[in-house]
């Protein structure tokens, strides 16, 4: 911890400069002409396209997908319990006919 001792420094804002403001504005201009920009334009179209091709699905739909699935499997076993159930007094059933 520093103590205080009393002296306190002012920051002064330096008002707008005109040839930096100038600068600035040039190089943002130079950048968004420069070949740079055109390449990132394009690999951004040509992965867009890449990625429509495949036909991905986002995370939540993977994840409402997979709770479907889950639930579709659950009842598939309790369908098959319930099949075993009824075979087992069927066979009960013809047995003491027997």
Known sequence: MVPDLGVREEVTVKPNNPWLDAFQKNVSELIARSPAADV?????????????????????????????????????????????ALEQRVTALENNKG
């Open 40 to 84: 990132e334009r394009n690999v951004k179209a040509f992965m867009s396209q890449a990625f429509n091709k495949m036909e991905l699905v986002t995370r939540e739909e993977f994840d409402i997908q997979s709770d479907l699935l889950r639930q579709a499997l659950a009842s598939a076993e309790a369908l098959e319990k319930q099949v075993q």
